[in-house]
């Protein structure tokens, strides 16, 4: 077989020593969806640790055998390397099942037992990493009885423990606290995982290996050349499988932006860290969250953010409701479904460059991706062509093709002297000849390894919150006349409202 040439010089990581997963709401959709099916992909690319476990703690009465088959039922939908029999059936024996009420102490004394058990099986004590995959509202009760029961506490033999937290990780920022004040009795900092899945996609990686280690591109980096940036993240779907009675207690500002989409802008916005440690990376990131200049009054916010709600519309030749007609969603319901910010980052490098941030439900595709665009060049020696708009343009696909495109000028073939746009396009699956891994893949195995860097730290996750808070304040704080509430219908890119807040700015939304 062919060597490929972008293999080269590639590094493997360090496999993991001994570790055991308890999964708290193992019996939930993400544990089918994708923490099992992960799991199962790295043990395909033979990456797990050496006699690893896997403990689903749920209140469910069921056997190990039930929930085996349950499992198997969701990697066959699931799995991104296909299922295989064989392989299935040897990954499923280091699978069990608990059963416990999450405030039944004596459930995570039982528990205490079983892995005690599990390690004399081995022969030797395993790690633990605790993974909070159940409802938000039982995180405070799970850490508490971890502690009570003794489970948090490192071993005298080099044993650790860890927790990974998954989002949303509080609901503003004095519950967000009050859980990091929780989780800090708990766990050591350094032993806190709070999980966002976006950071684990190959391209979310790339941003820091695409700036830093290229010079064609850091250079330009900078408010001298770019114009303004845009970050995307478009879904086709709306509440369908009773979602609406969730999202309806978050929406778009929340369950996307706080987490996903400034973790996405502060990657594409930090300064170089000193090395790439977790703590030296994230100490920049929060940087960036430091920096964005806050929107503190309605006005402020109705000037340079839209919120609004999909009408009934058609998504692909389907016929969707509105937002309000949807399963499980109040008929007075105030929730944004879509959210548009401009927003600027205070800082030299960015110094009055708008980042231009857009998210929605029931939008034409699903797509997330982030695309710097950069000033035009003096047209002295063109000023007699017509020049196509759309001029130097970096896109940066996060999902659903992960890869890179960066978009120029040239002169088309023949007599005439004419100029069109032509692309560069990167893609991961046909560089790398195989399917980029899934983001749980990658974020389970560096949990296991102890390695940070693609999760967030306390104070990442509080100065988001600062500023979201502020424009939740001025949607539904007491200040006599709100922000409006924009519509769009279904299948649209958004409300007219969203397209005229880029007018103002002699600029246009990238179309997907």
């Known amino acids: 077989m062919e060597e490929n040439p972008f293999r080269e010089d590639l590094v493997s990581r360090n496999r993991p020593g001994p570790c055991t997963l308890i999964i708290f709401g193992a ?11 992960a799991l199962y992909n790295i043990a395909v690319d033979d990456a797990l640790p050496s006699k690893f476990k896997v403990i689903g703690f749920a209140r469910r009465d069921k056997d190990d055998e039930l929930f085996r088959s349950e499992l198997e039922e969701g990697n066959r939908k699931h799995s991104r390397q296909g299922h295989d029999d064989t ?59 971890l502690k009570e029961a003794g489970l948090n506490e490192p071993s005298a033999d080099n044993r650790w423990a860890r927790v990974v937290c998954e989002k949303p990780f509080g609901t ?11 989780v800090a009795e708990t766990f050591d900092e350094a032993d806190t995982y709070r999980i966002d899945h976006y950071l684990g996609k190959e391209t979310a990686q790339n941003i820091m290996m695409l700036r830093f ?28 499988g009773g979602r609406g009675g969730y999202y309806d207690t978050a929406g778009a500002l929340r369950d996307m932006v706080q987490n996903h989409l400034l973790q996405l802008l502060s990657l594409v916005a930090m300064e170089p860290p000193t090395d790439l440690s977790a703590d030296a990376v994230r100490d920049e990131k929060v940087k960036v969250l430091k920096s964005i200049r806050h929107w503190n009054t309605p006005e402020e916010v109705a000037a340079n953010v839209v919120r609004a709600q999909y009408t009934s519309g058609s998504v692909e030749g389907t016929d969707r409701p509105g937002y309000r007609q949807e399963d499980r969603v109040p008929e007075d319901s105030e929730t944004e479904t ?20 857009r998210v929605g439900k029931q939008l034409p595709k699903k797509a997330t991706e982030i695309s710097i665009h950069f000033k ?24 659903p093709d992960e890869g890179i495109s960066l978009r120029m000028l040239a002169k088309v073939p023949g007599t005439t002297p004419r100029i069109e746009p032509v692309k560069m396009d990167f893609r991961y699956s046909t560089s790398f000849g195989k399917a980029s891994p899934e983001a749980y893949e990658r974020l389970l195995l560096d949990s296991m390894a102890g390695d940070a860097t693609l999760f967030a730290r306390r104070d990442e996750v509080e100065n988001a919150w600062a500023f979201i808070d502020k424009l939740e304040d001025a949607w539904h704080g007491d200040h006599g006349k709100k922000p409006p509430m924009a519509e769009y219908p279904a299948g649209s890119w958004g409300p007219k409202e969203a397209d005229q807040m880029l007018e103002e700015d002699g600029r246009v939304w990238r179309r997907l």
Request: hydrophobic letters at 40%; charged letters at 25%; aromatic letters at 12%.
């Open 27 to 37: 019996t939930g959709d993400l544990t089918h969806r994708k923490l099992v099916p």
């Open 87 to 145: 392989l299935w059936d040897n990954f499923e024996q280091s699978v069990h099942y608990h059963q416990s009420e999450f405030l039944d102490l004596d459930g995570y004394k039982r528990l205490k037992t079983r892995l005690d058990e599990l390690d004399e099986e081995r022969g030797a004590p395993a790690n633990r990493l605790f993974y909070l995959a159940s409802s938000p509202s039982f995180f405070d009760d799970i850490l508490l009885k």
């Open 172 to 182: 503003d920022l004095p519950s967000a606290q009050h859980l990091n004040k929780v």
């Open 213 to 240: 280690a290229n010079m064609m591109f850091e250079p330009l980096w900078r408010n001298r050349y770019i114009d303004h940036v845009q970050i995307t993240c478009a879904e086709n779907l709306g509440m369908e």
């Open 338 to 357: 879509y959210v548009a910010i401009r927003l600027f980052i205070d800082t030299w490098r960015w110094d009055g460059v708008p980042f231009y941030i």
């Open 376 to 399: 035009e060049t003096p047209q002295i020696p063109f000023n007699t062509l017509d020049l196509p708009a759309s001029k130097n343009v970096l896109v940066i696909r996060i999902q």
